[in-house]
């Protein structure tokens, strides 16, 4: 039998609908509807409309009913598209030492670094893991953000690799958001690998990927392209190979140096993440290209480096997603709209420009075609905030918080005093 829920009046409906998946967006160019009911069937947005219309149709339909006495707006649910969430340990300790003037390799003497995240990530049993994504959601989805993509990386074996991959599975069927999982096993090449860079990515390619597929663990694959990990010529034979097993690519680019954007217009992927680096040849490559720049401005503000060159990618035509990288090492803060909206004001992008970034741009880095927009027959995925006014949201830099977040047509999150 269907399941109708009811949510109504909202102030003002952001729906995100009708706007370019690349390129620009003027400040002007959302379409705000006022005073809106959605009704959801089955998870799914039934019909949006004049509340005072919807009301009794969405009574007579026997729908969960859901009156709002105070205004609020409403974005589709926020999508987080590129987290690193599955791990266990700190690195308090490599964030002080960092801004107390070590160098990287300093860091890495003292037990710092990747390999120490790797080495405690290890160290936890599944259980533990998937306690620290669940906890880690909590906030996410107490944020608004209904879908966060989730990387493994921190396993660097094949079996270390499947297990936190099915980590995030397990994690995945018990919290009200959906993870999507990526195989970062080219995270870094294991200081306990006994062999050369090449042959860990043919290890992966032939044991660990097809291992994925059997189990269904993860239909995307991510690698780390920079000086210190992977390089171009290293990474492109095990993406093709990845590809050909059917998985979709997503790149970490341009971090430090380039290179990596170029290899993610090579082998199309579906996005090229970072980007701080990038010169204005790699952003016109990226805007001819149909693969989503990715800013990750928590990355930069974690490790007091330069932001994406995002006003940038928009201007030349490319289509940007922002993300919040939230890893132990460089992104521990986690809060996805605090940091679009410092990437707002540090990069001057629209307000629509934002939401698109962390809306159905984000979708499309993911390719998911059924969320990010609030309309007829896409996810009833929203967040809900305190206020009749879109703008507030990015003046308040992430310190508006939501007052519901829903997903598939259910409350998922409401704030405690609402
Ligand atoms: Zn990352």
Redesign the pocket.
């Given at each position: 039998m269907a399941e109708y829920s009811y949510f109504g009046p909202i102030a003002e409906l952001v729906s995100m609908d009708a706007l370019p998946l690349k390129g620009a967006i003027q400040e002007n160019a959302l379409g705000l509807l006022t005073r809106q009911g959605v009704l959801a069937r089955n998870g799914m947005i039934q019909e949006i409309g004049e509340h005072e219309k919807l009301l009794p149709f969405a009574k007579k339909a026997g729908a969960e009913i859901h009156i709002f006495d105070t205004p609020l707006v409403a974005l589709p649910g926020l999508i987080d598209c590129?987290t690193?969430i599955c791990f266990s340990g700190s690195r308090a300790r490599d964030y002080a030492l960092r801004n107390a003037g070590s160098t990287y390799l300093e860091i890495a003497k003292a037990g710092g670094g990747i390999w120490d995240t790797v080495t405690r990530t290890r160290q936890a049993s599944e259980g533990e893991l998937i306690r620290g994504i669940t906890t880690r959601v909590g906030k996410h989805i107490s944020q608004g953000v209904t879908t966060i993509e989730v990387?493994s990386g921190y396993g660097l074996t094949t079996e270390e690799e499947l297990k936190m991959l099915r980590a995030i599975r397990k994690a995945g069927d018990s919290v009200p958001a959906d993870l999507i999982s990526t195989c970062l096993a080219a995270h870094m090449l294991p200081r306990d690998y006994a062999g050369s860079s090449k042959e860990y990515l043919e290890m992966l390619g032939n044991e660990l990927l097809p291992r994925i597929t059997e189990e269904g663990l993860s239909k995307r694959v991510d690698a780390f392209v920079e000086e210190g990990a992977f390089s171009p010529s290293d990474i492109l034979p095990y993406l093709e190979k990845a590809k050909g097993l059917g998985f979709e690519i997503t790149v970490?680019a341009d971090q430090f140096t380039t290179g990596g954007s170029q290899v993610a217009i090579d082998c199309q992927a579906l996005s090229a993440?970072h980007l701080e680096a990038s010169t204005s040849k790699e952003v016109s490559a990226l805007a001819q290209s149909d693969v989503v720049a990715v800013a990750?401005p928590g990355?930069s503000l974690g490790l007091g480096c330069g932001f994406t060159p995002a006003r940038a990618l928009l201007d030349a035509g490319a289509s940007l997603a922002i993300a919040s990288?939230h890893?132990p090492g460089s992104a521990p803060m986690g809060q996805l709209l605090t940091q679009a909206a410092i990437l707002g004001a540090r990069e001057k992008l629209t307000t629509p420009e934002v939401f698109a970034g962390i809306t159905f741009r984000a979708a499309a880095a993911l390719n998911l075609s059924d969320r990010g927009i609030l309309r007829k027959g896409m996810l009833t995925d929203m967040v809900l905030f305190p206020t009749n006014d879109h703008r507030e949201i990015l003046y308040h830099q992430g310190s508006l918080q939501p007052v519901y977040t829903i997903k598939k047509g259910k409350i998922v999150y409401s704030k405690p005093e609402a």
């Amino acid at each position: 039998m269907a399941e109708y829920s009811y949510f109504g009046p909202i102030a003002e409906l952001v729906s995100m609908d009708a706007l370019p998946l690349k390129g620009a967006i003027q400040e002007n160019a959302l379409g705000l509807l006022t005073r809106q009911g959605v009704l959801a069937r089955n998870g799914m947005i039934q019909e949006i409309g004049e509340h005072e219309k919807l009301l009794p149709f969405a009574k007579k339909a026997g729908a969960e009913i859901h009156i709002f006495d105070t205004p609020l707006v409403a974005l589709p649910g926020l999508i987080d598209c590129h987290t690193h969430i599955c791990f266990s340990g700190s690195r308090a300790r490599d964030y002080a030492l960092r801004n107390a003037g070590s160098t990287y390799l300093e860091i890495a003497k003292a037990g710092g670094g990747i390999w120490d995240t790797v080495t405690r990530t290890r160290q936890a049993s599944e259980g533990e893991l998937i306690r620290g994504i669940t906890t880690r959601v909590g906030k996410h989805i107490s944020q608004g953000v209904t879908t966060i993509e989730v990387k493994s990386g921190y396993g660097l074996t094949t079996e270390e690799e499947l297990k936190m991959l099915r980590a995030i599975r397990k994690a995945g069927d018990s919290v009200p958001a959906d993870l999507i999982s990526t195989c970062l096993a080219a995270h870094m090449l294991p200081r306990d690998y006994a062999g050369s860079s090449k042959e860990y990515l043919e290890m992966l390619g032939n044991e660990l990927l097809p291992r994925i597929t059997e189990e269904g663990l993860s239909k995307r694959v991510d690698a780390f392209v920079e000086e210190g990990a992977f390089s171009p010529s290293d990474i492109l034979p095990y993406l093709e190979k990845a590809k050909g097993l059917g998985f979709e690519i997503t790149v970490h680019a341009d971090q430090f140096t380039t290179g990596g954007s170029q290899v993610a217009i090579d082998c199309q992927a579906l996005s090229a993440d970072h980007l701080e680096a990038s010169t204005s040849k790699e952003v016109s490559a990226l805007a001819q290209s149909d693969v989503v720049a990715v800013a990750l401005p928590g990355a930069s503000l974690g490790l007091g480096c330069g932001f994406t060159p995002a006003r940038a990618l928009l201007d030349a035509g490319a289509s940007l997603a922002i993300a919040s990288d939230h890893n132990p090492g460089s992104a521990p803060m986690g809060q996805l709209l605090t940091q679009a909206a410092i990437l707002g004001a540090r990069e001057k992008l629209t307000t629509p420009e934002v939401f698109a970034g962390i809306t159905f741009r984000a979708a499309a880095a993911l390719n998911l075609s059924d969320r990010g927009i609030l309309r007829k027959g896409m996810l009833t995925d929203m967040v809900l905030f305190p206020t009749n006014d879109h703008r507030e949201i990015l003046y308040h830099q992430g310190s508006l918080q939501p007052v519901y977040t829903i997903k598939k047509g259910k409350i998922v999150y409401s704030k405690p005093e609402a």
